[in-house]
């Protein structure tokens, strides 16, 4: 599985963004798919995930109600819809796939696919 993510760039507190991460090489309805950050001289951390059938999505709680993932099997697109963005949410944020599963993975380990990873800067 090839994952692009796109969409990253600099926005003021307060503003949105829509990052998108296209896949390719695996049928893209079988995949859990997940979206994680990186900070400077931070661990990776999980943002936000939805299950291969798009029927469950789960969110740290720190995007909680500010951050909306979703899925377009059409479009092999998994989309992760950003507002109300903080300071705090800068960093570079990657996509992850791994074939679907009846629970959804909120840690790194349980991802067997990753994008390249696009820079998300929040200024205050």
């Known amino acids: 599985v090839q994952l692009q993510a796109s969409g990253g760039g600099l926005v003021q507190a307060g503003g949105s963004l829509r990052l998108s991460c296209a896949a390719s090489?695996?049928?893209?309805?079988?995949?859990?798919m997940g979206w994680f950050r990186q900070a400077p001289g931070k661990e990776r951390e999980f943002v936000a995930a939805i299950s291969w059938s798009g029927s469950s999505t789960y969110y740290a709680d720190s995007v909680k109600g500010r951050f909306t993932i979703s899925r377009d099997d059409a479009k092999n697109t998994v989309y992760l819809q950003m507002n109300s963005l903080k300071p705090e949410d800068t960093a570079v944020y990657y996509c992850a796939a791994r074939g679907g599963r009846h629970i959804i993975a909120v840690v790194s380990t349980a991802y067997d696919y990753w994008g390249q990873g696009t820079q998300v800067t929040v200024s205050s």
């Open positions: 090489g695996r049928t893209f309805s079988s995949l859990d």
